[in-house]
């Protein structure tokens, strides 16, 4: 069997030799659902399947050299098609959609995002796609249909899509991207080809974002250190000033464990609610989790502070651990995924009340009775 | 790429071109259209990548080459000068620069490589050349027929069916079906069929010429309609198309001719007055006469008429939804038609009296349910 990746830089060699596989075999499915943690390469992986399937030297090896391949990576292949969340279609310009998806071409691992507006995918996008697909093929051999984060797909349009799954024309291949399989409907998992998606091991992770950030920054290995593996969100540090961000989170948290000082943990709230970005709330939590595990780790072999994520807060984490003796980390930590998880749901409409709810649940966890 | 060309031959050829390009796309590269030199002529490509046009202008070119630039900046330029010669140059980075005695202009353009592909017909094409008259007419009177329901995508396009000498156009929708079909030798033999979307057929017939004749070449993924001053590609439907003739009744016990003319201008009138929400209109059909009816309960409007007809049986009652009906007769060319029954709840139908022979046209409509009385 051949042994050969279509596209060593990519990573997942195993998935890739099993596309190889299903190819060579013409086992190819209609559809796949690529799942896994947010940040896997999973767009970037989908986007290669077009041009594995279209390059002029396919459908074993892409050359990066053919008009196919240098259409699709520029977003401009007319039989190659990549839907994403966008807000609501009278808040979007096409030219705005253009350029999301021309900064998508220049670095498919970065996050595509409207300014902290809620997206979603919406039923005139699948419908659009259900148009695309009575059409012949145009230039191509094979239409390709990426829908990324389908888990934002409203419940009209994913009942659109399942339409489409339920008879796939024979010249389509449908590639559903979520970091969220949970909400993807269970009729559209069981019709399309669960692929999971690993996280990318540390050293894949800086030859990505070295061969996209021309002067990547000083600090390179710890902030991909700090993004725990999540390429997308190694490059949203880029981006952002996350320092400030983890200052704000080590912040949030001595209020938290001062409850008793609710008034002043309720103004935290606010300010860290007003901008109504979910995403740097996210990101809030986030450094917050980083923080647990690093607790957890130094409470459970204290000999190992060299290996923690914060390395460059170490003393301070040391000292958090010995304050508070009885803090149970693994809860801890699930409360703070949960609360993560549920401000990325944008059916929850309140963030406020899930930090305020957080609160009281990591007062109670770190400082027991 | 160098050229020089006549302000009135380019935009004739570009007012063709920009039409294609579509008002909303995310698809930027959409937005351009992409200029070459060709045979001493400038050609002009256009596509939404549904339709793809090209047409052309004779051109004197000092430097052969191809660029992409913005499909309406460049219209809208050329529009607002007189006939003048317009020097046209494209340097490697692709900028290029419009002189004429008013001044320049610098537009940047794009790599012709980044443009979608005119579309290839591969190999097996079928050629047809049909006069212009005929071309119009399998279009025309089938079209309106077309379903605009995307869930049943292979409606959506006329079915072009070529075989043993003979094109025939078919559409439906499901509650009408129009078919029209031409014979003549010159046709292929072979058989070839292909389903073209409405929005193709449209843009062919804003083209298409009153005289002369056009050339169709049917490939597998795309059709090539040569027109005289335009070529348009079509990208064609995936779909099998339904098996038509199979709701085709093959005998009709009740058979009524009528003047055409008569009949239609009749059905106009009467409709006026039918409910709205239905457009019901009865016919009530005996030997020497039909008569039409039609009646708004809610508002009381009625309306009756009475045309001379044959009929071959004693009394027949059926209603149509009158705008549908409409659509069967504005499409009947002939003095005399001919409307064909099974029963008052069985497929309709109609037909145009003495057509040239090698035409055929038949058109097919469901009735409705006549209302409680
Ligand atoms: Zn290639």
């Avoid at chain 1, 930590?333 to 899930?354: F, K, M, S, V």
């Avoid at chain 2, 990208?235 to 098996?243: P, Q």
């Amino acid at each position: 069997m051949n042994q050969h990746l279509f596209n060593p830089e990519l990573g997942h060699p195993e998935i890739q030799k099993k596309i190889l596989h299903s190819i060579q075999s013409e086992r190819l499915p209609h559809a796949f659902l690529f799942y896994g943690k947010e940040g896997t390469g999973k767009d970037a992986f989908a986007i290669e399947i077009a041009k594995l399937l279209n390059c002029e030297k396919g459908p074993l090896y892409i050359c990066h050299k053919c008009p196919a391949c240098i259409k699709i990576s520029k977003q401009e292949h007319p039989d190659v098609k990549f839907v994403f969340p966008i807000p609501g279609s009278s808040n979007v310009k096409p030219e705005d959609i253009a350029e999301a998806l021309q900064e998508k071409s220049q670095n498919p691992y970065k996050r595509i995002s409207f300014e902290g507006k809620t997206t979603f995918i919406s039923i005139d996008m699948i419908r659009e796609l259900k148009y695309e697909s009575k059409f012949k093929l145009y230039e191509g051999k094979k239409k390709v249909f990426i829908v990324s984060e389908a888990d934002r797909m409203r419940p009209e349009a994913a009942n659109a899509l399942l339409k489409l799954l339920e008879e796939p024309p024979e010249n389509l291949m449908l590639i559903l991207v979520s970091s969220q399989i949970h909400r993807i409907l269970p009729t559209i998992r069981s019709r399309s080809q669960l692929i999971h998606f690993a996280p990318l091991e540390g050293d894949a992770i800086l030859k990505i974002v070295k061969k996209y950030t021309p002067q990547p920054p000083e600090h390179l290995a710890s902030l991909i250190r700090l993004a725990l593996g999540n390429i997308k969100l190694a490059f949203d540090f880029m981006e952002e000033d996350i320092l400030d961000r983890r200052n704000q989170a080590v912040d949030f948290l001595r209020k938290v464990v001062i409850i008793e000082k609710s008034h002043e943990l309720l103004i935290q709230i606010d300010k860290i609610t007003a901008s109504r970005d979910r995403r740097t709330m996210v990101l809030l939590l986030f450094f917050l989790l980083t923080w647990f595990h690093d607790a957890y780790h130094y409470k459970l072999s204290p000999d190992q502070k060299a290996n923690f994520i914060n390395s460059d807060l170490a003393s301070n984490i040391e000292g958090f651990v010995n304050g508070y003796p009885d803090a149970d980390y693994p809860r801890v930590i699930n409360y703070t995924q949960t609360a993560i998880d549920d401000l990325e749901d944008p059916r929850n409409l309140n963030p406020a009340l899930i930090f305020t709810d957080l609160s009281i649940k990591l007062n109670r966890s770190i400082k027991p009775r | 790429m160098k050229f020089s060309v006549m302000r009135d031959e380019i935009f004739n050829a570009l007012q063709r071109v920009v039409n294609v390009i579509p008002q909303r796309s995310t698809f930027m590269m959409t937005q351009n259209i992409l200029l070459f030199t060709e045979d001493n002529l400038l050609k002009l490509v256009g596509t939404d990548l549904e339709i793809t046009l090209m047409s052309w202008a004779p051109a004197s070119i000092q430097s052969e080459g191809s660029i992409a630039v913005p499909g309406r900046l460049i219209h809208d330029i050329v529009r607002e000068l007189p006939n003048i010669e317009l020097q046209f140059e494209v340097d490697e980075q692709f900028r290029m620069k419009v002189t004429s005695e008013f001044g320049r202009y610098k537009i940047s353009g794009v790599n012709p490589v980044e443009f979608p592909q005119r579309p290839e017909l591969g190999e097996g094409v079928q050629e047809i050349v049909l006069e212009n008259e005929m071309f119009r007419k399998l279009i025309e009177n089938t079209i309106f027929a077309c379903s605009t329901d995307e869930l049943r995508a292979a409606l959506t396009g006329v079915y072009f069916n070529i075989s043993e000498g003979r094109i025939e156009a078919v559409a439906t929708d499901g509650h009408r079906l129009a078919k029209m079909s031409y014979t003549d030798a010159k046709l292929p033999k072979k058989v070839f069929m292909a389903i073209v979307p409405t929005r193709s057929l449209n843009f062919v017939l804003r083209n298409l010429d009153g005289e002369g004749s056009s050339t169709l070449h049917f490939g597998k993924k795309h059709a090539l309609f040569e027109l005289e001053d335009t070529q348009l590609y079509a990208r064609l439907i995936e779909e099998t198309f339904v098996d038509y003739d199979r709701v085709i009744p093959k005998e009709t016990p009740f058979e009524m001719s009528i003047d055409a003319g008569e009949f239609y201008a009749s059905v106009k009138r009467v409709s006026l007055f039918s409910n709205p929400l239905t457009s019901q209109v009865i016919l009530n059909i005996t030997p020497k006469h039909v008569e039409l009816h039609a009646e708004d309960v809610d508002y009381g409007g009625e309306a009756q008429e009475r045309l001379a007809c044959e009929f071959n049986r004693e009394d027949f009652r059926i209603a149509f939804n009158s705008r549908y009906l409409q659509d069967i007769l504005r499409h009947i060319s002939t003095d005399k038609l001919q409307l064909r029954f099974v029963r008052p709840d069985y497929a309709v139908l109609a037909n145009p009296v003495d057509m040239p022979k090698e035409e055929e046209q038949l058109m097919l409509l469901m009735p409705v349910r006549l209302e409680s009385e």
